[in-house]
Each structure stands twice: as C-alpha cells, then as structure tokens.
C-alpha cells in the first residue's frame, strides 16, 4: 500500500494511491483510526490491514492533489551520517575520520517538507547541499530491539532529501542546526508499507540536479544497515510509530566537487528510488 498524506482543496488528508488515482481514506478510517497517517500507524496493524481493504472512498487523479510529506507531526526525525563507503572515502581523502561507531543527528521536525514543495536557499548560508537517501518510518515502538527483529518495526519506506547547510553543519560538532533548517526535509512521495519491499537493502537511488545525475547507489552499501541502526537507537530511545531515520548517503554530494557545486536559486533536485518513487524540489530564494 501507498500511503499519502493529500490535500484535494478541503484540507490535509489520508489517502492511498492506486495506479494513477489517490482514493481518499477519511470515512475508512471511521472507527479505526484517526484521519492521518500518523493515526493508521498508531492504531497498528489491524488498521492498517482495514485501509489496504478499503474501497468506495472519494477518488482523485494523482496530478490532480497536492502531495505533502506522508507522516506528519511525527516525534523524531533522526539521521546517520557517514553511512556509505564510498562516502566515507570521500571524507577521509579531506583529511576526516571513518567513524568508529555509528554517528546520529537530529532534524528538527519543523523541517518536514512535502515531495515537491521549493526548497529555500536561507537568507543566512551560501553553502546548500543535498543528500539522497532511503527513509524509514517506524510502525511500532521499540525499545532495546535485536538487530535480527529489527525490520518488524518497520512501517514502510520513503524517499528523503537531507538537506544541508555546510557552512553551519561545520560551525560546531553538532551538526543539529546545519540540517534543520525550513523546507530541508523534503521527503514521500508517499510511504510504501515494508509489505511492499522484499529487501529494502537491495534499492537502487539515483539524485539529479538539473537533469545531471550526481549521485548513485544500492542500499546495500551502508555500513550500518537498518537492522543496526533500530537496535542502536533503540538501544538510547524509545522509538514511536511515525518516527523518521534518514539510513545515510553515498558519495556525489555537492560539497566533493572542486570547486563545490552547492545549490541555487532555480536548481531542481530530483531523488529517486526504485520502488519507491521519486521526489522532485525547485530551490528558491527564502521568502
């Protein structure tokens, strides 16, 4: 099942989509849920089961709604950093270090952006990046989970821009305020329950700016896969259905070219996985 949160003119809303057409999931969830995809994931597996089942709802042409970002208002919304090889290289050949355990970071929730909503170039950065990468929503909470029954927490899965501020990612270690800026998670276009995804480690990801392909990879090549990454930060935290983790980029981003090829005005970012579909952000100048 395809997962979207839609908004067809009378307000954000719970939907699946089905080829071409969004059916609209409102009255499905009468008594099962709340109106959201937050709420389906909350109310679990039952309710989810009942919204794949549903049929009879209002429908729309896909063209025809706005698509905003699948989980909304979601607790957390974590990130791994330096989680491919071919990244990893990246950084130690200007002189970094491979990490030694895995490295988390937080993006602020209020940067939660929709698959095909601008981007803003902030008023106070010249140094914006992007990142491809898998996401993961959780479906269940978690707590001190193994890593062999790690995926048993997964919702479903969804495409994710991390969007980077470099120039404020490396004022300080923490690397919070460079990542969270407004409209930096672009993230959908819709979640794909896990139902959907035989390996979710076997994904091919390709990101585009302005047509030129800059990064590709595999899902396969993280060094922490998902199953580590659950039992890690389940090992700290409670997770809670609707929490966001950002699985780490490869190689490619902007900040590799000599010179930097950072973002735009006018720059279009394309994200695209297998599977999953593809979102697609125009930079702007922030209003």
């Known amino acids: 099942m395809k997962l979207v949160t839609f908004n067809a003119g009378s307000g954000p809303t719970i939907g699946k989509v089905v080829g071409q057409t969004v059916v609209d999931l409102t009255s499905a969830c009468e008594g099962v849920c709340e109106a959201s995809v ?9 309710a989810l089961k009942t ?3 549903a049929s009879g709802g209002a429908t729309h042409p896909l063209d025809g709604v706005k698509l905003l970002a699948p989980v909304q208002q979601p607790q957390k919304f974590l990130a791994i950093g330096l989680n491919y090889q071919d990244h990893v290289a990246e950084i130690l050949a200007r002189g970094g270090k491979a990490p030694e355990h895995q490295i ?3 993006k ?7 698959p095909f909503d601008p981007i803003n170039l902030p008023r106070v950065s010249n140094a914006l990046d992007y990142e491809g990468e898998l996401g993961v929503v959780i479906g269940k909470r978690a707590r001190h989970v193994p890593p062999e029954n790690a995926l048993d927490f997964v919702a479903g899965y969804l495409v994710m821009n991390d969007v980077t501020c470099r120039d404020w990612q490396r004022r300080t270690a923490q690397w919070t305020l460079g990542k969270s800026f407004d409209t930096h998670g672009p ?3 819709w979640l794909t329950t896990a139902d959907e995804i035989a390996d979710p480690h076997d994904l091919p990801l390709r990101l585009f700016v302005n047509g030129e392909l800059r990064q590709q990879l595999n899902t396969g090549g993280m060094v922490f896969d998902i199953r580590a990454q659950i039992a890690e930060l389940s090992s700290v935290m409670t997770l809670e259905p609707g929490d966001l983790i950002a699985t780490g980029t490869t190689s490619g981003a902007g900040f590799g070219f ?6 735009q005005p006018g720059d279009v970012v394309r994200v695209e996985i297998d599977g999953l579909g593809a979102i697609e952000n125009r930079v702007i100048s922030e209003p």
């Open 38 to 46: 937050l709420g389906a994931l909350r109310a679990g597996d039952s």
């Open 51 to 53: 919204l794949a089942q």
């Open 104 to 106: 988390w970071f937080n």
């Open 108 to 114: 602020n929730v209020s940067c939660l952006n929709g």
């Open 187 to 189: 993230m959908g276009p």
């Open 258 to 263: 000599t010179p930097p090829k950072f973002l």
